[in-house]
């Protein structure tokens, strides 16, 4: 029921904000909000309510498991306020096979689920076990880590349309240009009416940019992070990619195994679509709690800025970062032109914000993970989209693996080398005087 309310406030929104132009008049900044507010114009009990749902622990009897890392999205994502970045990294493997990458999919690969049910009693007399993914012989890159990120400001980045991230591409300079990645939408969002299962988008979420909307980011975590599968509804059709159980070191089944099912819940755990006759008569609806997940995280406002003062030590560091000779914002980008709102998506239409990234891929050299999709080339694997700096301050772990919790460490291990597209900007960091370090360091603990 609180599903198909949000659902009706998101088509509210979504048609309230239509007319919202993006002249100097209607634009809105973000600067003031308090980290973990909801965005202007957001039904705040809507709002609440998702975040509860987006709060909640999930139970065997939910459908938990049988392989997890987490049982609650907040508990990945608590730093700073619920939606954060947490504490909590991933583990991932594979191996190069003739120059390519294998995710080792049969395996369960590449992502391991490090947690399992354990045993669990499906019926009397019926004794499971579930256990976890442990890492294959033959994986040669092995537990690669990937930090949980924050979802501050992603409605805002969700509403841009594809050109605005070419546009990006094509003003930086060539020897640090970053790659937009097209993906295909697996599952489209019901409240862009642009989008459709099967096209193309261009993915701007996730280490890789591999995701191309909130929608289908709540549906994959749900499912890899938290154990629970789930069917939605575009369009009038079934939309099932996130209703397969992933299960310890095989392919994802729902199928018996030694006569045992998934979990307590076998199958899918919530089959909307079954519930809604396959989504006859053109529904087009996510299921209950990625709806309110993707309600939560569209909504979430942009992380505020502190106030600078003219001729600061962090004023001097704006400088240095926004500096040719550094680099930085060569790919932590905050194009005012660029990053303005439209409605797409149901957020209000005409507000900037500033999110330090271009949400394109560069190839990081030694610095990337090494992790791609099976048949991605080694210099693919390199590549990782630039991290947003926004709400930086409330991060104790930073880059990709969560390797350090010092800013100027973080800067330095952009040198990845001869491929490392950061490689000057470490360079050119490392050439600052102490008091420069200092400064730029100042300015980036505002953020």
């Not at 392989?67 to 990945?76: G, V």
């Amino acid at each position: 029921m609180l599903k198909r309310t949000l659902t009706v406030l998101w088509a509210a929104t979504a048609m309230g904000a239509v007319g919202c132009g993006q002249g100097a008049d209607d634009v809105e900044s973000t600067e003031g909000a308090i980290l973990g507010d909801a965005l202007p114009g957001t039904n705040a009990a809507a709002f609440a309510a998702a975040r509860a749902n987006f709060s909640l622990t999930e139970t065997v009897q939910d459908g938990a498991g049988p392989i997890f890392n987490e049982r609650s999205c907040s508990a990945c994502h608590s730093n700073g306020a619920t939606g954060g970045a947490g504490q909590n990294i991933e583990r991932r493997y594979g191996r190069v096979v003739n120059g390519l990458f294998d995710a080792m999919e049969s395996t369960g690969g590449s992502l391991r689920q490090l947690f399992g049910l354990g045993g669990f009693n499906p019926s009397p007399g019926l004794n499971c076990q579930s256990g976890v993914d442990t890492l294959p012989a033959g994986a040669t890159i092995r537990d690669s880590g990937r930090l949980t990120t924050p979802l501050f400001g992603l409605g805002l980045v969700d509403s841009l349309p594809d050109a605005r991230f070419d546009t990006l591409a094509s003003r930086e300079p060539a020897a640090i240009r970053g790659i937009v990645n097209r993906v295909s939408i697996v599952m489209a969002n019901p409240a862009d009416a642009s989008q459709r299962n099967g096209a193309t988008r261009v993915g701007r979420f996730g280490w890789k940019a591999g995701v191309s909307n909130l929608g289908q980011f709540s549906a994959d975590a749900y499912l890899n992070e938290m154990g629970i599968t789930t069917s939605s509804c575009n369009f009038g059709v079934a939309n099932r990619s996130f209703g397969t159980e992933n299960r310890s070191n095989r392919a994802p089944t729902n199928a018996l195994i030694n006569g045992c099912p998934d979990d307590l819940v076998p199958g899918t755990d919530d089959d909307f679509a079954t519930e809604e006759n396959n989504c006859a008569g053109g529904v087009n609806e996510l299921q209950d709690d990625v709806a309110n997940f993707t309600f939560f995280m569209t909504h979430l406002a942009a992380p505020p800025a502190v106030p600078i003062a003219a001729g600061s030590a962090q004023d001097r560091g704006r400088t240095l970062f926004g500096s040719a000779a550094l680099q930085c914002s060569g790919c932590h980008r905050s194009d005012p032109d660029i990053f303005v709102s439209t409605a797409a998506g149901g957020v209000q239409a005409g507000i900037v914000f500033t999110p330090y990234s271009d949400f394109l891929v560069h190839d990081m050299g030694t610095l990337g993970d090494g992790i791609g999709n099976t048949g991605d080339t080694v210099a693919v694997t390199r590549r990782m989209r630039t991290a947003p700096l926004w709400g930086l301050r409330s991060r104790n772990l930073l880059l990709h693996d969560g390797r350090t919790s010092d800013r100027g460490a973080a800067i330095a291990a952009h040198n990845g080398g001869a491929n490392g597209q950061g490689t000057a900007a470490a360079a050119a960091y490392s050439a600052l005087t102490t008091a420069q370090k200092s400064d730029l360091l100042a300015f980036l603990a505002t953020l």
